[in-house]
């Protein structure tokens, strides 16, 4: 899809009563849904449920990024998959969510990285310091 048609997608679901709107970006599920008075964008940030050691990295992950995005991490109770999640006003405009929802997706990509990067990282061995020549 076109950036244009997307815009212009979100533009009528803002308009319009639907309750919910979902998109794809490949693999990737994107949710918006209007909560009460509010705006819920979610992008799925795993495509498979964590297991506890996977799940610290990324928890130690949004601690730090919550100083850079306004993402907040939460896991689906039905799929355990991770996603990142942003409310809006619900009279936001259109900018306003286009916006927001490219800040919400740049922070998925951002997070995948460096957990790509911490996971693909040379394991540092200790060397014992009687061995180094001075």
């Given at each position: ?13 803002l308009e319009g ?20 008075s509010n705006l ?21 992950q949004g601690q ?71």
């Amino acid at each position: 899809m076109e950036c244009n048609e997307m815009s212009d997608l979100l533009a009528r679901w803002l308009e319009g009563s639907d309750q919910q709107i979902a998109l794809y970006e490949g693999d990737d599920s994107i949710d918006l849904r209007r909560c009460e008075s509010n705006l819920l964008l979610s992008v799925q940030l795993t495509l498979a449920p964590p297991d506890n050691p996977q799940q610290e990295i990324w928890m130690r992950q949004g601690q730090a990024n919550l100083e850079y995005f306004q993402g907040s991490l939460a896991q689906s109770p039905e799929s355990r998959h991770l996603w990142l999640l942003q409310r809006l006003p619900g009279n936001c405009c259109r900018d306003q969510l286009l916006a927001s929802l490219e800040t919400l997706l740049n922070q998925r990509d951002t997070w995948r990285s460096m957990v790509e990067c911490r996971r693909s990282a040379p394991k540092c061995m200790p060397s014992s310091l009687r061995l180094l020549s001075h």
